[in-house]
């Protein structure tokens, strides 16, 4: 009873049975337009005093983004970076501070603007058809005719033909040079400061660590003899070169056939650019005997060749391989055998 009271009610607004659901539909002619929400005066329209308010509000902001660039400004001069790795971060701290309050000022300030005191009236605009009409399309046929015809492009034929070479080798230039990029600063990541005989040295200090040094389950924050003394290019090198040194029982080390010689008495070392996106690996659990990126939480067993056990590092930690000298020193056997760093280029 109840259902046949709902059928009559809709087929009296404009429902229509629809037989292949079953249920009754409103066709899309008989939708009525809903129209706009009723229209809400802003306190700022009713009240000068409000309005006033919002203006000075508008205006501190945009004196706080004043404020912001003046910082920013003073913190460049104030915090200079030399090659001491603190002033980098107490640069990119102040000077990042200073350019957020500045952009932050003028957009929240414009929000705020906008919001309170300008014009708040609704406006509603029809879409136009996006189609031009038969009249319009035939005038630009013609006018597409009419440049043809004057050009004399269909009709030079040599002209067209060297047109349409100079057009396929003009970009030719451009993708040379860019192509040449590629390669030059992909090498430049294969190759590190690392070499057969480099002494491993503590970071920053530069002395160099004798495998006796290391005691077990110590870890060691190690570059490449002479980076501690170099004057240029030290933050790059140190960005690639900059390893982690662990000393393990030689039990727990679970090594490769093909890598049992890089170790030397359960020490092994690895890049401590994380595989992800470059962040230092700088924590190290001694019981699990993992190695943390602090910055998305990538885990790498270094019992396993710093095999990826967690986290968004999609390879292991490249290993530096390692020896000692005759006066007990630790030292490279090589280079990396392969890139540090973020693996995205070289996949
Ligand atoms: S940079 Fe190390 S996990 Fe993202």
Not at 138 to 144: D, G, H, L, S, Y
Not at 238 to 250: E, G, I, M, T, W
Not at 264 to 285: F, M, N, Q, R, W
Not at 314 to 324: D, F, G, N, W, Y
Request: with cysteine.
């Amino acid at each position: 009873m109840a259902g046949k009271d709902l059928e009559k009610g809709s087929e009296a607004e404009g429902f229509e049975h629809d037989f292949e659901s079953g249920l009754a539909v409103l066709p899309p002619d008989k939708i009525k337009d809903p129209g706009l929400e009723p229209h809400r005066v802003r306190m700022t329209d009713k009240s000068p005093a409000k309005a006033k308010n919002a203006e000075r509000q508008v205006a501190a902001l945009f004196l706080a983004s004043v404020v912001g660039s003046f910082f920013a400004l003073w913190a460049y001069v104030a915090f200079p970076i030399t090659e001491d790795l603190a002033t980098v971060r107490a640069n990119n701290l102040f000077l990042g501070l200073g350019m957020t309050l500045s952009l932050l000022g003028i957009g929240i300030g414009a929000v705020h603007w906008a919001k309170t005191l300008m014009p708040d009236f609704e406006v509603t605009e029809a879409r136009h058809q996006t189609r031009g009409s038969e009249e319009v399309r035939a005038k630009a046929v013609e006018i597409v005719k009419l440049a043809d015809s004057e050009s004399g492009f269909s009709r030079r034929k040599l002209i067209r033909r060297t047109l349409y070479g100079a057009l396929a080798l003009f970009p030719l230039p451009a993708l040379i040079v860019f192509g040449d990029l590629g390669p030059q600063v992909g090498n430049s990541l294969r190759q590190t400061m690392w070499k057969a005989g480099t002494r491993l040295t503590k970071d920053p200090t530069g002395v160099p660590i004798k495998a006796s040094d290391v005691t077990l389950g110590s870890v060691f924050h190690v570059i490449p003899e002479g980076l501690s003394e170099m004057h240029e290019h030290k933050l790059e090198e140190k960005a690639k070169a900059a390893v982690l040194l662990v000393r393990l029982n030689q039990e727990s080390l679970n090594e490769a056939e093909d890598r049992k010689g890089w170790s030397y008495d359960g020490i092994v070392a690895y890049s401590k650019i994380c595989t992800h996106v470059g962040c230092p690996v700088a924590l190290y659990e001694q019981h699990t005997h993992h190695l943390l990126c602090p910055c998305h939480q990538s885990t790498f067993d270094v019992t396993e060749h710093c095999r990826v056990v967690f986290g968004p590092a999609s390879r292991p930690l490249p290993q530096l391989p390692i020896a000692v000298d005759a006066e007990g020193y630790l030292i490279a056997q090589s280079d990396f055998l392969e890139p540090v760093g973020p693996s995205f280029w070289e996949r």
